[in-house]
C-alpha cells in the first residue's frame, strides 16, 4: 500500500484522483484550499515543506496553471506554476525517494501531424501554456529520479470550468452554438483519466523491478478524434430533451471566425499505442466516456 502525496485535490483531474487512488493506499492531501498540507506552485518552499512532512513513496501533481489564452499575457506565472514547480517537486521527490508522476498537455505539439502523436515524437508548443508544460517536462527528466510524465488531453468533467460545462451553459440561453470545427483532438473525462492513473500505478506495482528504476512518458487519453464542434453536437445529442435546454443545433465556425490570444493545434490527437504495449492500458472511446459522464450528471437535470 502506497503513501500517496496528491497535491491538487480540488482540479478535475485531483477531484477523480481522491476516488480512484483510494483503493492503493493512504492519501494525503495538499494545495492551495485543502484542508491537508498547504502548497502554493508559486511558492517552492511549501512543495518542499510538504514533501518533507508527508514523506510519501507517491506524489502526484494534479494542480497546474490551465488558463491557456490567458497564459499569454501571464508567461512568467505559468511558467512558475508549470515549469520551474515541477521541477522543485521532482528533485524533493528524488531526495525523499518518491515516485513522480505529472500531468502534461497535447499542447507541447504544434499540431502539424495529422496521425497521432507519439511520446518519441518532438515537441514544438506555439503558445506560451504549451512552452510552459515542456518546460516542465523538461525539469522533471532533469532532475534524475523516478517520474511517469503522463500527457492527456481535453479534459473536461462535472466540476470546474471546462467545454462541457460551457456548452451545457449556453445550451439553455442560447438556440444555435456556434463551436470551431478546424482544430482535431480527443475529449478526456477526467474521471477516466484517473482511473487510467491508478491503472498504471498498479500496473507498476506489479512490476517491482521496474519501479524502482521508472523514467517514462505516456500518452494518457481516450480512443478516437474528434473536433470541438461535433464534441458540442455530441453533447446535445445526449441532453438536448433535457428540461431547459434551448439550443437545436451546433454551427461550425473556423478558427479564423473565432480569433483567440492563444495559438491552438490544429491536430493534437495522442497516439497511447505505448501505454497500451507497456502496461496493457487503453481507455475507452470518447464517445463511450462522454455518455458515462453525462448519465452521472443525471437526466432531467437537478
Known amino acids: 500500500m502506497h503513501r500517496i502525496l496528491l497535491i491538487g485535490t480540488t482540479g478535475q483531474i485531483g477531484r477523480e484522483l481522491q476516488g480512484t487512488l483510494a483503493p492503493l493506499g493512504t492519501i494525503i492531501p495538499a494545495g492551495l484550499f485543502d484542508e491537508g498540507l498547504r502548497v502554493d506552485l508559486a511558492e517552492p518552499e511549501t ?7 508527508a514523506a510519501p513513496d507517491v506524489v502526484i501533481n494534479a494542480a497546474a496553471y490551465t488558463a491557456v489564452d490567458q497564459a499569454e499575457s501571464e508567461a512568467g506565472l505559468a511558467k512558475h506554476i508549470n515549469a520551474d514547480a515541477p521541477g522543485v517537486m521532482a528533485e524533493a521527490a528524488r531526495r525523499a525517494g518518491a515516485l513522480l ?49 503522463l500527457r492527456t488531453s481535453w479534459i473536461y468533467g462535472l466540476h470546474g470550468r471546462n467545454f462541457l460545462l460551457t456548452m451545457l451553459s449556453r445550451a439553455k440561453t442560447q438556440a444555435s452554438l456556434r463551436v470551431v470545427d478546424d482544430q482535431f483532438g480527443t475529449p478526456n473525462w477526467s474521471r477516466k483519466v484517473a482511473e487510467g492513473t491508478a491503472g498504471i500505478l498498479s500496473a507498476f506495482d506489479d512490476r517491482p523491478e521496474r519501479l524502482q528504476s521508472v523514467a517514462e512518458t505516456y500518452h494518457l487519453s481516450a480512443q478516437g478524434e474528434t473536433s470541438w464542434c461535433r464534441f458540442a453536437r455530441a453533447i446535445l445529442e445526449i441532453v438536448g430533451d433535457d428540461p431547459g435546454v434551448v439550443a437545436q443545433k451546433v454551427e461550425a465556425v473556423t478558427t479564423a471566425d473565432y480569433p483567440t490570444p492563444a495559438k491552438r493545434p490544429i491536430h493534437s490527437l495522442l497516439d497511447c499505442d505505448k501505454l497500451k504495449r507497456d502496461l496493457g492500458i487503453q481507455l475507452a472511446h470518447w464517445k463511450q466516456s462522454l455518455g458515462d459522464c453525462l448519465w452521472e450528471r443525471g437526466r432531467p437535470e437537478t
Open 47 to 53: 512543495i518542499e515543506s510538504a514533501i518533507r512532512e
Open 101 to 149: 508522476i505529472h500531468y502534461s498537455t497535447d499542447y507541447v505539439f504544434d499540431g502539424s501531424k495529422k496521425d497521432g502523436y507519439k511520446e518519441t515524437d518532438v515537441p514544438n508548443p506555439i503558445n506560451s501554456y504549451g512552452r510552459s508544460k515542456l518546460a516542465g517536462e523538461r525539469a522533471i527528466e532533469a532532475v534524475g529520479g523516478r517520474y511517469l510524465i
